[in-house]
């Protein structure tokens, strides 16, 4: 919701200002790629691609453009044991 939150509050004061601006929202990988094991991080990700999308058709001809970032993992003890799970079940290493 933050995102959603942020661009209500910063969108029509960019357009007011007639000045360019930018709204960059960070994404995942996941938003294109749903993760089974991760349906509700998937989703809200698939959520901010579609908004930005949406707010990128809404400002085209302005100023201001907006759009979405699709990062990956960040490398954390967490994603380092989830990543250790899917190799193991589908009988892999994680380098495989």
Known sequence: MSVVRLCRHWLP???KANDSGRIINIASEAGW????DMICYSTTK????GLSRGLAELTK?????????????????GVAKFMER???????????
């Open 46 to 49: 698939t959520a901010v691609i």
């Open 13 to 15: 004061k960019l357009l």
């Open 33 to 36: 790629r749903p993760i089974s």
């Open 86 to 96: 899917v190799a193991s079940e589908a009988g892999q290493t994680v380098d495989e």
């Open 61 to 77: 001809g302005t100023t201001v453009t907006v759009n979405s970032a699709l990062v990956g993992p960040t490398w954390t003890a």
